[in-house]
């Protein structure tokens, strides 16, 4: 009871309050600034600005050295006269360096060295012995007035995206249609990758944004090659290692959907 008459209370004293004092006031000011802050507004706007410190030189690149190709160290290894038994031991190495299997790099090198000839350039001759280890297993058997599909696979950063690239390129060339499909929608910047190529060789492209699923990109693509007349669709894909048996069965679903 005591309780409900002082709130009682407080709220009449509180309105007889609001009435005659009015509602409480505000520190806010509008208009121009008083005449001491208009002062040091004026004084703010006149100060020079002060120039900026110079920034530190970055540090000193180191120069840019260019790594021999192939060629260039296959000739330094044949520059200094007819080749001895070290020579062709180096030349192996190169080769196995450069990926080549050991046992293909041994029977390239006895091929070379048996019919090799002073006058002759090492790598023209090396050139048309690697031409003969890869066979003839190279035809692309493209189907002339339809849609033929290749589909590249491997381990990562064996090459596929360069040689998807490649291939547009030499088809485009032969003056077939050519599209791509990125079904690698795991690497980053995968899509930018191809971008550029299709660009490069004047194909048309069909991409999705990353993590998406890449049987429906090859799916999509074969729709829109179609729909375009394209004589080839090369689709490319993530690199895997064939001892991921997931990854593999998803490879196995990319090319059912095709
Ligand atoms: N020198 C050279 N580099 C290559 C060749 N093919 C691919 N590369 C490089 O190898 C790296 C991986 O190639 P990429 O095509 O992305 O491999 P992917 O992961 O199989 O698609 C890139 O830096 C390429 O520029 C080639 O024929 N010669
Ligand atoms: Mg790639």
Do not use: C
Request: a positive charge; hydrophobic letters at 45%.
């Amino acid at each position: 009871m005591t309780v409900v008459i002082v709130v009682a209370a407080l709220v009449v004293l509180g309105a007889v309050l609001f009435f005659l004092v009015g509602p409480p006031r505000r520190a806010r000011h509008k208009g121009p600034p008083p005449a001491r802050l208009a002062g040091f507004f004026a004084e703010a706007r006149e100060a020079p600005v002060p120039a900026e410190a110079p920034l530190p030189a970055p540090p000193e690149a180191p120069p840019l050295t260019r790594v021999p190709g192939l060629g260039s160290r296959i000739r330094a290894l044949f520059s200094g006269g007819a080749p001895t038994t070290e020579t062709w031991k180096d030349l192996e190495d190169v080769l196995v360096r450069a990926d080549v299997g050991p046992r293909v790099a041994e029977r390239i090198v006895h091929r070379v060295r048996e019919g090799f000839e002073s006058a002759a350039d090492p790598v023209d001759v090396l050139a048309d012995e690697i031409a003969g280890a890869l066979g003839d297993g190279t035809q692309l058997h493209l189907r002339r007035g339809d849609l033929t599909v290749l589909m590249v696979v491997g381990v990562n950063g064996a090459g596929k995206t360069t040689t998807i690239g490649k291939l547009a390129a030499m088809l485009g060339r032969e003056g077939m249609k050519v599209s791509l499909a990125n079904s690698d929608t795991f690497r980053a910047a995968a899509s930018e990758q191809l971008t550029v190529w299709a660009g490069r060789a004047g194909a048309h492209l069909v991409s999705q944004a990353r993590g998406a699923d890449p049987g429906a990109v090859a799916y999509d693509a074969v729709q829109a090659a179609r729909s375009r007349g394209s004589d080839v669709l090369i689709v490319d894909t993530a690199g895997r290692l064939h001892t991921r048996q997931p990854l593999m069965d998803e490879l196995a679903k990319v090319k059912r959907v095709l």
